[in-house]
């Protein structure tokens, strides 16, 4: 019976999420053209593909899970994991949590994997970074942290203390912790803005837009009582605001990276300034920004980033022909392709972007089949697992 009442609780819980997230703002738009139950069933279709093929178990410790990021082969192939696969894993296993009745079991070995890779110069954030040598999994490549990975893995431990509880696992007092780790060392507290990892000088004005994510921050600034939170909120959203009036007008694209400019505001950063010559373009890191600032007006209604969406909405359906698969993988902020070629992990996120108007109602449709068509064992770690967190958002079940 008490069982019974569990799975009644989630259940309960989860509709009210549902219902939550679906009357936020009534201008924003789910696929049409499928029902409900269909989006469901194909959430689940690719959440257990996702969950077969990158959720891994150590072999050196049966109570610690991963996500195996590397089969791509992009990296040495000793390398499994980094700290942003594993955010979007607990993300993503939080989020089932009333559809997968192992979500708890798996999130709890994820939760000690994380527990046992830590970064060392703040050690309540995670080590970015680890590889398997065949006797252990070792951090490599510098014992610190990458932000991304931080914030969705703080912002999945309050999830998980929304879904189970924390009496079993004090998911909230470690998601504390983590959220105030993240403030000491992965915040710039003189422009207020997210630094990349704890390693880097506590006043680089070098910040990644693929680092902002706006809800996270406001359940950050809930969760903790600290103000702020609604400090950084406010300067990553200036930010970005800044980077599409003097950099983006016709095409609303942020950069992978940004920093501050003399006389104030921000400015792409210059090539090669962090990872490569595409470092103020919108590239592999950029490409995420359309899910994160949809899925804030989505869940909270914040209308900032809305002129923006809006504007990349209207430059990419124009750019593409209307047509997902002519969407590439990289474009200057002036509309320029970097690729001709297509991947998910861009066209992916624009998914979520198209919800937030009744105006792109086929284009949302479009890339919804898009999208889920796309065959799991086509695609790569990255792809895989943005499609499958914009398919989370675009059936509703984000909270």
């Given at each position: 019976?008490?069982?019974?009442?569990?799975?009644?609780?989630?259940?309960?819980?989860?509709?009210?999420?549902?219902?939550?997230?679906?009357?936020?703002?009534a201008a924003s738009i789910r696929p049409s053209h499928v029902t409900q139950a269909e989006m469901e069933q194909t959430l689940l279709r690719l959440y257990g593909e996702w969950k077969d093929k990158y959720?891994?178990?150590?072999?050196?410790?049966?109570?610690?899970?991963?996500?195996w990021y590397n089969d791509g082969g992009y990296v040495e192939k000793e390398i499994i994991t980094v700290s942003e696969a594993h955010g979007y894993g607990m993300v993503i296993l939080a989020s089932m949590a009333s559809r997968d009745p192992g979500a708890k079991d798996s999130f709890d070995a994820m939760y000690e994997y994380f527990r046992h890779?830590?970064?060392?110069?703040?050690?309540?954030l995670m080590?970015?970074?680890?590889?398997?040598?065949?006797?252990?999994?070792?951090?490599?490549?510098?014992?610190?942290?990458?932000?991304?990975g931080d914030l969705d893995i703080a912002y999945a431990l309050l999830l998980a203390d929304a879904a189970w509880g924390s009496a079993e696992v004090d998911y909230l007092g470690q998601a504390k912790k983590l959220i105030d780790a993240i403030m000491e060392s992965e915040v710039n507290h003189s422009a207020w803005t997210l630094r990349v990892g704890d390693w880097a000088d506590a006043t680089d004005p070098l910040t990644r837009s693929s680092d902002f994510m706006p809800q996270h921050l406001k359940a950050f600034a809930r969760a903790t009582g600290d103000a702020r939170w609604t400090q950084v909120l406010d300067a990553e959203y200036a930010m970005a605001q800044s980077i599409f009036a003097g950099y983006s007008p016709k095409t609303g694209l942020l950069p992978d990276f940004m920093t501050a400019k003399v006389g104030g505001g921000h400015q792409p950063a210059q090539p090669g300034a962090l990872e490569g010559d595409n470092d103020g373009a919108y590239a592999w890191n950029a490409c995420r920004f359309p899910?994160?600032?949809?899925?804030?007006?989505?869940?909270?209604?914040?209308?900032?980033?809305?002129?923006?969406?809006a504007k990349l909405n209207d430059w990419i359906k124009a750019e593409a022909k209307n047509e997902p698969d002519n969407i590439k993988a990289g474009y200057t902020l002036e509309g320029k392709a970097l690729e001709d070629y297509s991947d998910l992990s861009f066209?992916?996120?624009?998914m979520v972007s198209a919800m937030i108007r009744p105006d792109d109602q086929q284009w949302l449709n479009d890339l919804w089949d898009y999208n889920t068509n796309a065959l799991t064992g086509e695609n790569v770690y990255y792809s895989n697992t943005l499609r499958l967190l914009g398919t989370i958002v675009a059936t509703g079940n984000w909270d």
């Open positions: 019976m008490r069982h019974l009442s569990r799975i009644a609780a989630l259940f309960l819980m989860c509709m009210v999420m549902f219902m939550s997230f679906s009357t936020v703002q959720l891994k178990r150590s072999p050196y410790d049966p109570e610690q899970m991963y996500v890779h830590r970064s060392q110069i703040n050690s309540q080590a970015w970074q680890q590889a398997d040598d065949g006797r252990a999994i070792t951090d490599v490549n510098g014992v610190d942290s990458a932000t991304d899910w994160r600032l949809a899925t804030d007006y989505l869940v909270t209604g914040d209308e900032r980033a809305l002129p923006q969406l066209t992916a996120p624009l």
